[in-house]
Each structure stands twice: as C-alpha cells, then as structure tokens.
C-alpha cells in the first residue's frame, strides 16, 4: 500500500518496524521517502535578498508505503479481491500512527494527521519488500484521485462562513475544535483520548445556552474520561462517546445555523 503527498510529512526518511507492543509480532514495516526535493541550504546559510516576482517554490513528494510482512499464497488473486478501501484505510492508520509518534517525539504540535483525501496517489499492489519500497510492484493498480467535489450549497454555506470567521464577523465557539478533535481520535481508535476531549467540550456547550439537551450525556462522558485517567477503558465507552460526539455535532450545526 502506498501513497504520496505533496507536502513532507514530518518524519524522517527510513523504515520503520511498527508493532502494537515491543514484545508483539511485526504488523508491518513502514517506509517513508521523499521524492523531489530541491536541495536545501545549510541551515543558516540563505540571507533575505530582494525579488521582484514571487515564483512558486518546487515542493516535495513525500511517498509512504505500508509493506505488510503477511505471506501471499497467490498475489494476483489477493489483488483482483482485496478490498481497497479497507486497505487504504489500514494504511493511513499506520501512518497516522506513525505521525502521532513523530508530533509528540518531537514535541511539534503542528504536525498533522493525513487523510485519503490529501493523497495525491493512492497505488495497492504486492511484490517484494525492496521493490514495493521503491515504488516497484509485480502487480499494482493506482485508485482514482479521491475527490470530495464541490460542496453542495446548503443553509450552512461552510463558505460564506470560512469568510464570516475569517473577516471577524462570527467569532468560533471553543468547543468545535475540541469536538473535531473527538472525532478524529474516535475514527482513529484512540477512546482515551477522545473521552478527554469529550470532557471539556460537553461542558464549554454546556456552559453556553440552547444545549441543554446534551446534560443526558454529560455523566457518561465524566465517567468515560474517568476510566481513561485510570488507565482503563472498557468497550461499552466507545459506544458513549460515540453518541455524545453525534450529538455535540449536532448542536454545534444548530448553532451555526442560529436554531
């Protein structure tokens, strides 16, 4: 599995063995290149200078390729079956991971996840560990740029409100950035931390008036995020947090839209 972007991801360039645990089986080995790159000074070395146009800057490619270590017993037809968006999703798990464990080794808040949806190419396929990592396959097919399109014009016109926020006309509330960040860490698996976020969201809505329909669901996030302080988070949470993200996005659009 593999995919590029046209931005550097972050971490450096090399292969990595990603496992859930140091004494656990291999999962699958990470490797991450950089393609294109224009050479850089020395740190340092570059002065201001004076320029009369702004000509684009070249920009890298970084590619991430996910080489699972499971033997094939017959390539082609695990191909022509695979269910790929299965597999890219498992792929960008991997590489979120591996993000995450970048940000917080290099103590960086700025580096970000990635999604299908900033890929500029998407290629699954099989061959050997050396020649996937080098962009070689025995097989390979290269999906469809994932486009989400235009958005549809609706009562939210995500838009005019970009402009509204940005042009200070619409102040944004603290909780939608914390509710986002809920919702990420539950698509990626992390409950611990999306029961955290859910805490302090749940109370700066509650806080505010027009949501006190989201009061039923203020003990079971207490209590979500209680269990991941201790270290423990059984499976009925996920479930909780679940429903009460639902329901903060729900009324966070109702008050975007002034109901």
């Not at 593999?2 to 645990?21: A, C, H, K, N, S």
């Not at 009061?215 to 996030?221: E, F, G, L, M």
Request: aromatic content about 4%; charged content about 25%; glycine content about 8%.
């Amino acid at each position: 599995m593999q995919l590029e972007f046209g931005f550097l991801l972050g971490p450096p360039d090399g292969r990595y063995i990603v496992r859930p645990t140091a004494d656990a089986l291999v999962e699958s080995v990470l490797v991450l290149s950089t393609l294109g790159a224009p050479q850089r000074a020395r740190l340092g070395a570059r002065r201001s200078r004076a320029v009369d146009d702004a000509e684009p800057e070249p920009v890298p490619t970084s590619r991430a390729t996910v080489v699972s270590v499971t033997t094939l017993s017959s390539p082609a037809s695990w191909l022509a079956g695979v269910d790929l968006d299965a597999e890219v999703a498992s792929a960008l798990s991997v590489l979120n991971r591996s993000l995450r464990a970048h940000r917080a080794a290099a103590a960086d808040p700025y580096v970000s996840e990635v999604s299908r949806e900033r890929a500029l190419v998407v290629r699954v396929g099989y061959g050997s560990g050396d020649e996937v990592a080098d962009g070689r396959f025995g097989e390979a097919v290269e999906l469809p740029r994932f486009a989400t399109g235009r958005v549809k014009r609706s009562m939210e016109a995500p838009e005019e409100r970009f402009a509204a926020l940005l042009g200070g006309r619409e102040e944004l509330h603290p909780a939608e950035e914390l509710v986002l960040r809920a919702r990420a860490d539950l698509n990626a698996g992390r409950p611990a931390e999306a029961a955290l976020q859910c805490r302090v969201a749940i109370e700066a809505l509650l806080a505010a008036p027009g949501a006190d329909e989201l009061s039923s669901h203020r003990d079971a996030v207490a209590a979500a995020a209680n269990a991941a302080l201790s270290g423990a988070m059984p499976g009925k949470h996920a479930a909780v947090l679940e429903e009460a993200v639902t329901a903060m996005e729900r009324a966070l659009k109702r008050r975007r839209l002034g109901a």
